[in-house]
DNA sequence: CTGAAAGCTGACACCGACGTCAGAGGCAAG
DNA sequence: CTTGCCTCTGACGTCGGTGTCAGCTTTCAG
């Protein structure tokens, strides 16, 4: 075995890639008609993904129940892809992330709020 | 002033219900096609609203951010005005609270996704 | 009286992450 | 060869809360 086959990763097929991952195979296409994920291609057409797509996946779908759209996880795919960053894409992140906080709080009042009636609808049968 | 006069409550019309409480106008119509609302009319057929309108209309925007439907919150609407509840509707109580619950858990999750990011790129300009 | 502002109904448009269907080709097993 | 499963492209459908436009009536201030 050398070297470089050592290092040649195996390539899966969609179909892994979504079982693994969790979602269904027309989400997997979806995000690489996005940009989010880039594919080769075997001979007869058929995409062909490296073993860490998977990963990669299960972050989109945190992101997305983060409420972040795919066109957003695009602009910021370079700071985990190369660790680097430009001011714009640093605004970004905190926009993000406040945003995400904002919604964390708005959760908590509603389930405060929810938790109130529980607590009375069960003394109050 | 009689006291039905001191209890008859002073109407306002859908304009002031929504910025009273931040949303547009179609939105309260739509609250009241959903179910969730009712006005009587004027004459001229106008809906007049209860001042307390904005207090529930500020309490569905809520309900909403937390990611319930219209329709679970028309469902559950008699929980608030009764105090009373049947087996059915305390279970879907706390369905959704443990449905926010999770969500509330994934946001944190990715929360401290980006933070970790942040932290990075912020270290490495 | 008159014009602006607000209200009414009804209906179509939008976004975004998929579901779903159609029609066709690829691939290993028996 | 056939059977059965996987994959392909392309396109339309979905859901839910709202935006928006059209066309008409009501209300209110000057």
Redesign the interface.
Known sequence: MTVTEAAAERLVRIGEVARSAGVSVRAVRYYEQQGLLTAERSPSGQRLYRQDTVTLVR?FQ??F??GLTSRRIAELLP??DT???DAE??SM??A??DR??A??D??????D???E??A???T??
């Not at 708005?106 to 389930?111: E, G, H, I, T, V």
């Open positions: 972050f945190q992101m129940a983060a700071c985990w660790g680097h960053t894409q640093r992140l905190r993000e992330r995400i906080q919604k964390v708005d959760l908590q009042a509603a389930l709020r929810l938790d009636v529980i009375v609808t069960d109050h049968p």
